[in-house]
């Protein structure tokens, strides 16, 4: 199935936690905090201005993004959990490191 977000929203995959700390304990599941690293997988058009253009987004697919704890809206599409956000929503860009697929559950 494919899915394309309207106006100024984004769909992101959240990237893997840290499963052990830095002193080598693992964490169990249960115990670790949503992700709020992620890549963008789809963005919209970009949302409208006040003279009726259209502005585009500054994030794209593919980017690795920094979002809020409680962004977004879960949604499943073709068993994967994705967030639907506005780019507002989006705390920045990450530079420099590839994003890292989260592992199946």
């Known amino acids: 199935m494919k899915f394309r ?21 693992i964490i169990p599941d249960t ?12 963005v919209g058009p970009g949302a409208r201005n006040e003279a009726g253009q259209i502005v585009a987004l500054d994030v794209k697919a593919g980017d690795r993004i920094l979002f809020g704890k409680w962004s ?5 599409l073709d068993s ?3 967030l ?18 989260k592992k199946a559950a």
């Not at 977000?5 to 304990?25: C, F, M, Q, Y």
């Not at 905090?33 to 789809?42: D, L, N, R, T, Y």
């Not at 989006?90 to 420099?96: A, C, D, L, Q």
């Open 72 to 76: 977004g809206t879960e949604v499943k």
């Open 84 to 101: 639907i956000m506005k780019e507002s929503d989006i705390m920045g860009i990450i530079e420099g490191l590839p994003a890292v697929k």
């Open 31 to 42: 115990a670790t905090e949503k992700p709020m690293e992620g890549e963008v997988i789809a």
């Open 80 to 82: 994967e959990e994705l």
């Open 5 to 25: 977000p309207l106006h100024d929203r984004v769909v992101v995959r959240r990237l893997n936690a840290e499963e052990k700390t830095s002193g080598g304990i």
